[in-house]
Nanobody, 118 residues
């Protein structure tokens, strides 16, 4: 599975961005796709995830109510709509795929940078 993320950029606090992640390869085997982020000097953290079948979602507490994860299975694409952005959302955002509920996220995209100015 190969993942290609895009959509990052520079935005003012309170603004919005939408990230996209397109999968290729064995997409039919994907169980769920997730978004993670890593801010400078910090560990990578979970942001949101969505199941390929059923569309169940989960979010980190820090983004609940502001971010929305969605998918378009026909396009093998997952989106992360980010609203009410804060400077603390500044990070490199990565998409990832897991192939089963008990496995780790084994496939990762290259990351897209999001910078939120105050």
């Amino acid at each position: 599975v190969q993942l290609q993320a895009c959509g990052g950029g520079l935005v003012q606090a309170g603004g919005s961005l939408r990230l996209s992640c397109t999968a290729s390869g064995r997409t039919f085997s994907i169980y769920a796709m997730g978004w993670f982020r890593q801010a400078p000097g910090k560990k990578r953290e979970f942001v949101a995830a969505i199941m390929r079948i059923g569309g169940g979602t989960s979010y980190a507490d820090s983004v609940k109510g502001r971010f929305t994860v969605s998918r378009d299975n026909a396009k093998n694409t997952v989106y992360l709509q980010m609203n009410s952005l804060k400077p603390e959302d500044t990070a490199v955002y990565y998409c990832a795929a897991r192939m089963a509920p008990i496995t780790a996220y084994d496939y990762w995209g290259q990351g897209t940078e999001v910078t939120v100015s105050s």
